[in-house]
């Protein structure tokens, strides 16, 4: 079945990076757009990036502008998001989620990583 | 940037109560709504795209309506496994989610 498996999050210092990365099976990765939502402990959803199916366009919340990056490797059927100078208000469950392009939703979600940053 | 806002923030109910949640958008979205649930410490789970279209396998006791700028998310019977979060996304221009609503007992 399609799966998303989610890692690489922990514990960060504030102004510190991590890599995390998103393993996809059951499905052909590179015909698909992915995302990375976050969920702040006991908050909300918030869409954080975009990237299309071929890498080509990449879109962020303005709040990460800058910092994240997101990147794929369809070769890999690998999804990555590199997250530099790390904020404490950055903390939270980090999720993949696959999406089947309009009209459909984000259809596939990883289980999610933490990504905590304190000092 | 397009805000989603979504009411009850929490509500109440009983099994077998039919539910209602709204969601409005700051401007028009067409019918790029998508509503999703989730239960605690669990990914979310899409039930619905386009406003009124189920996903696959997503029981029949949910349904949506709305375009333009206000949506419903309806369950017409509510069973024990329902009392979840629910969030509306729009998907017009970029990504938004509302801030949730949570069904309790």
């Known amino acids: 079945q399609e799966q998303l498996v989610e890692s690489g999050g922990g514990v960060v210092q504030p102004g510190g990076s991590l890599r995390l990365s998103c393993a996809a099976s059951?499905?052909?990765?590179?015909?698909?757009?992915m995302h990375w939502v976050r969920q702040a402990p006991g908050k909300g959803l918030e869409w954080v990036t975009f990237i299309r199916n071929d890498g080509g366009n990449k879109y962020y919340i303005d709040s990460v502008r800058g910092r994240f990056t997101i990147s794929r490797d369809n070769s890999k059927s690998a999804l990555y998001l590199q997250i530099n100078s790390l904020r404490v208000d950055d903390t939270a469950v980090y999720y993949c989620?696959?999406?089947?392009?309009?009209?459909?939703?984000?259809?596939?979600w990883g289980q999610g990583t933490m990504v905590t940053v304190s000092s | 940037d397009i805000q989603m806002t979504q009411s009850p923030s929490t509500l109440s109910a009983s099994v077998g109560d039919r539910v209602t949640i709204t969601c409005r958008a700051s401007q028009s979205i067409r019918s790029w709504l998508a509503w999703y649930q989730q239960r605690p410490g669990r990914a979310p789970k899409v039930l619905i795209y386009q406003a009124s279209t189920l996903e696959t396998g997503v029981p029949s006791r949910f349904s949506g309506s709305g375009s333009g700028t206000e949506f419903t998310l309806t369950i017409s019977s509510l069973q024990p496994d329902d009392f979840a979060t629910y969030y509306c996304q729009q998907y017009s221009s970029y990504w938004t989610f509302g801030q949730g609503t949570k069904v309790e007992i």
């Open positions: 989620a696959k999406w089947t392009g309009y009209p459909g939703g984000f259809d596939v």
């Open positions: 059951g499905f052909t990765f590179s015909r698909y757009d």
